[in-house]
């Protein structure tokens, strides 16, 4: 199994943009899935972000355009770049990985996924 530990969170102005990281204890093999999601207080866990075999993305649609997920296989790092930061998306944001289905898609149900960090937090001011 891997271990996901997150970091970057921290408080923003709305407008304003931040990097998280998500490092991780193995090899994460191209072959993995990683996603980011997110919690905010009283909600459930909603997907971000997620990224595949060949970097295939995909994004909710609350964040195309404000975000970009990408990942260094050699650093064993997740990387989620947020900008235009707005209030609602301040959460908890967690990194998550799952070795990847044979058709490629890039998943970004909570359920599709193995291996979770323990989270960090992204609170944004108006």
């Known amino acids: 199994q891997v271990q996901l530990v997150e970091s970057g969170g921290g408080s923003v102005q709305a407008g304003g943009s931040l990097r998280l990281s998500c490092a991780a204890s193995?090899?994460?093999?191209?072959?993995?899935?990683m996603a980011w999601f997110r919690q905010a207080p009283g909600n459930e866990f909603v997907g971000v972000a997620g990224i595949g075999r060949d970097d295939r993305t995909t994004y909710a649609d609350f964040v195309k355009g404000r975000a970009t997920i990408s990942r260094d296989n050699d650093k064993n790092t997740l990387y989620l770049d947020v900008n235009s930061l707005k209030p609602d998306y301040t959460a908890m944001y967690y990194c998550?990985?799952?070795?990847?289905?044979?058709?490629?898609?890039?998943?970004?149900?909570?359920?599709?996924?193995?291996?979770w960090g323990q989270g960090t937090q992204v609170t944004v001011s108006s």
């Open positions: 998550a990985a799952t070795l990847c289905r044979l058709n490629g898609n890039v998943p970004l149900g909570v359920d599709a996924y193995t291996s």
């Open positions: 193995g090899r994460i093999y191209s072959g993995y899935c």
